[in-house]
């Protein structure tokens, strides 16, 4: 296994004189050993691919190569099905108590190991490390740990006596959170007693990869979980298998549709968890610092390559200009540079195809006369990046209005009434969350329960947590991951 | 003392579609012959077209709103009203069941006593249907989080076509659960059998339900089952009484079409032919057109 280097970090000058922050880089050794090349995760062992291609995965904040990864084949998809199908019929014999125990097992390892799969996931996935590190990798553990505990209480989930499982569950999963993605999917479907064939995307492999040794530590039974890595016509072969009983996919609506199309006449059971143009609402008497923070959080977080992000800022017009100025404000203070550094806010754009996507929707927002704006803050020479932006002067038929953007790009609307704003937020076929920013209680459960999204965050954006079912309304998908509802996706009831 | 020489001659009842609370014929002005199971003529209903279909679907989307914001309370109320007024036309329903069906009286009255407890267990859900289906999250952190369900919006329905006690129990006991939580229905009738479902809407009329929440099309599953399957305003789709092996009408070609605007979709029984509507109906359908809602709320002082 020869190592890779990452010698050449990205540079950028910190922004803001008052809070120009020494470097506190995280080292990437510390991310293990990356292999130069990797097959897939079949029936226990790291097997080839049966074809020849391989694809390659970059770190976006540098552009250099992580490692070749292969690009499944049909054939291996096959096997991949194979493997878990033999060993369905164990696994979901064992008691439920047991399963429980091999989840807790790979909770407990996560957290030992998370300052290398933060690391990882980080030069993945371009990320900033303070998130790896404090959000992606401790809800993985916490995932693992929630479902762990189900596995034996199945009984008593409102289910009716004995709900069994599917099968075997194809899941196919976004690069935006690549490992906590994993566990969203995984975890409840071994909780459940299914076993799994998962692809990662293809610009973010390593993790899943990772996730398979950790398997092998845990001790976990060999088939039960398989990784196949490759791109869409992976996840096609995966979603299409006859011998697949359940499909859950994570990624955009157009996809997600071609699946639903895919699957229909079948039996497989599918869950969906699609795109998003989530509505932040700030109305006239919220706390605008709080407001000015969850609208941060909500647009810029992750790069702004979140499904749920906040990625319309709809504001009550007497309040515009106080709160554009604070946002501005907060927004120049904002650090966008190395992932790996501790301070860094804003990482790298996770490739240059999404790169080219936001710089596309963006070129359209000023084409349509919408006003764009960000603060001044200098990028890395090599990687992907792009600045956080605000675009004002935007009406609800404007692309950036109605598309989702997938990266740090926020749309602002006005509007005078509540009645105006529950209209626009849901004038979109999405309906996965929304914000509610108001010091009035009333408002909000008022607000909250004509809002057509799955979420909704009040007076804070962009909360997960595995107790909390998360899944959307309309074109957002269907069926609710975390929780008690995410049981249901993957048993047969 | 009046001359009594001939028999007197019945009224026979015009059928009619029933959409936004009132009785149309179908736009296409055209009915088809429904006959019983030995072939005899019974009457002639409406031939609803792919318009009626859409005119039903506006008229189901005017009604989400004041349906699904009634209190659960008076959803129960309403549901329970429309027991009583289909016990009141027992005698009518199973004569129709009956000829529907190809069963005896008895059989036939027992099926309608099944339907009319149906909508009884569907009034006792709906206040009680957020407390199985919500709760509150015990999340890792300061906040308050609850999870409701709220009804999907509009729902399509193939209404069975097969079954023991299709006609009519297996027509209820698929429009109810879906309107207890708050939906409205467009409702493609079972085509060979329409006589109970457009009887069923002067039942409604009468039930307090507001017009609009259910919508009752009878005519070619093939020509109104697409039309709410790729209708851009219809949110879930059932298709219970898809049991067509081809064609527009068939299920798998109604679930494609479907996937085009993501409805949350119900697909039919393995074998629809070996369902037997008197099964108790469990809270599968119940929760088969509900949202989950999760709304976060930090604590703090």
């Not at chain 1, 190991?113 to 690391?119: G, H, I, K, T, Y």
């Not at chain 1, 916490?142 to 009716?160: S, T, V």
């Not at chain 2, 659960?72 to 199973?94: D, H, I």
């Not at chain 2, 009034?123 to 409701?148: M, R």
Request: contains cysteine.
């Amino acid at each position: 296994m020869a190592k890779k280097k990452n010698t050449e970090e990205p540079t950028a000058k910190p922004a803001g004189g008052l809070f120009a922050y020494a470097p506190a880089p995280e080292s990437s050794a510390a991310a293990g050993d990356i292999a130069t090349s990797y097959g897939h995760f079949i029936g226990g062992e790291f097997v080839d691919s049966s074809g020849s291609e391989a694809l390659k995965t970059v770190n976006p904040a540098t552009e250099q190569v992580l490692a070749e990864f292969a690009q499944g084949t049909d054939e291996d998809v096959d096997r991949a099905v194979a493997a878990a199908r033999k060993a369905f019929a164990d696994w979901s014999a064992l008691p439920g108590s047991e399963r429980g125990k091999y989840l807790f097992r790979i909770a407990r390892i996560i957290q030992e190991r998370s300052r290398e799969l933060a690391v990882l996931e980080s030069i993945d996935n371009g990320k900033p490390i303070r998130e790896t590190r404090d959000f992606d990798i401790p809800t993985v553990a916490a995932w693992f740990f929630y479902y762990a505990g189900w596995a034996d209480k199945l009984d008593y989930a409102g289910f009716g006596p004995n709900p069994r499982p599917l099968g075997v569950a194809g899941q196919v999963i976004p690069w935006n959170f690549p490992l906590m993605m994993l566990a969203w999917k995984i975890a409840p479907a071994l909780a459940t007693g299914n076993t799994v064939v998962l692809k990662p995307a293809e610009t973010t492999p390593l993790t899943a990869l990772r996730f398979a040794e950790i398997c092998r530590q845990a001790g976990l039974p060999k088939g039960v979980v398989n990784i196949v890595t490759g791109d869409g016509r992976t996840g096609a072969a995966l979603t299409a298998h006859p011998d697949v009983n359940k499909v859950a996919f994570t990624g955009s609506t157009p996809v997600g549709r071609a699946i639903a199309k895919q699957l229909a006449g079948s039996r497989k059971k599918l869950s969906l968890e699609l795109g998003g143009k989530a509505a932040n609402i700030v109305f006239d008497d919220a706390p605008i610092d709080q407001a000015v923070e969850g609208i941060v959080n909500g647009i810029f977080f992750n790069q702004g390559h979140v499904c749920c992000a906040g990625s319309r800022l709809l504001v009550q017009e007497s309040i515009q200009d106080e709160l554009l100025d604070a946002l501005k404000r907060r927004m120049a203070t904002l650090r966008v540079g190395d992932p790996l550094d501790k301070n860094t806010d804003i990482g790298a754009i996770n490739s240059a195809a999404q790169l080219a996507r936001i710089t596309e929707l963006t070129d359209a927002g000023e084409a349509e006369g919408a006003e764009r704006w960000s603060p001044d803050c200098e990028l890395p020479g090599t990687g992907f990046w792009f600045k956080p932006t605000l675009f004002t002067g935007v009406s609800q038929a404007h692309r950036i209005a109605q598309e989702e953007i997938f990266g740090p790009v926020l749309s602002v609307l006005t509007f005078r009434t509540p009645a105006e704003a529950v209209d626009k937020a849901n004038n979109t076929p999405y309906g996965l969350s929304a914000g509610i920013w108001t010091e009035k209680g009333s408002r909000i459960l008022w607000t909250a329960s004509r809002l057509k999204a799955g979420v909704v965050w009040a007076n804070t954006f962009n909360k997960f947590d595995p107790t909390s079912p998360f899944g959307g309304y309309k074109e957002s998908g269907y069926g609710r991951e975390g929780g008690r509802h995410g049981l249901e996706a993957y048993l047969d009831v | 003392m009046s001359d009594t020489t001939y028999a007197r001659l019945d009224v026979l009842k015009t059928y009619k579609l029933y959409v936004g609370g009132k009785f149309p014929r179908s736009e296409s002005g055209r009915v088809y012959e429904v006959t019983d199971a030995k072939g005899e003529w019974l009457a002639n209903a409406p031939l609803g077209t792919r318009k009626d279909a859409r005119d039903a679907v506006l008229a189901a989307r005017a009604a989400v709103k004041g349906w699904s914001g009634t209190t659960a309370y008076n959803r129960g109320q309403v549901l329970y009203r429309v027991a009583e007024m289909l016990q009141g036309r027992r005698e009518q329903f199973a004569a129709e069941v009956s000829a529907a069906e190809g069963i005896g009286p008895k059989k036939a009255a027992a099926l309608v006593d099944a339907a009319i407890d149906r909508w009884i267990w569907y009034a006792g859900w709906t206040d009680k249907v957020a407390q199985i289906a919500g709760g509150a999250n015990p999340v890792a952190g300061p906040f308050f989080n609850l999870s409701t369900p709220e009804p999907t919006g509009v729902v399509g329905i193939v209404a069975p076509q097969a079954g023991y006690g299709h006609s009519l129990l297996g027509l209820v006991s698929v429009i109810a659960p879906a309107i207890a939580t708050g939906n409205t229905v467009v409702v493609a009738a079972a085509a060979d059998a329409p006589l109970p479902a457009l009887s069923l809407g002067e039942v409604l009329a009468t039930s307090d339900v507001p017009g609009g929440v259910v919508n009752i099309i009878s005519g070619r599953t093939a020509d109104i089952a697409p039309t709410l399957a790729s209708h851009q305003d219809v949110n879930a789709l059932d298709l219970t009484g898809a049991i067509a092996a081809d064609g527009p009408g068939a299920a798998r070609a109604l679930e494609a079409a479907a996937a085009d605007t993501l409805k949350r979709v119900v697909r039919p029984e393995l074998d629809p032919f070996a369902q037997d509507w008197t099964n108790a109906p469990g809270t599968d359908r119940l929760l088969s057109f509900l949202e989950t809602k999760t709304v976060w709320h930090p604590m703090g002082i």
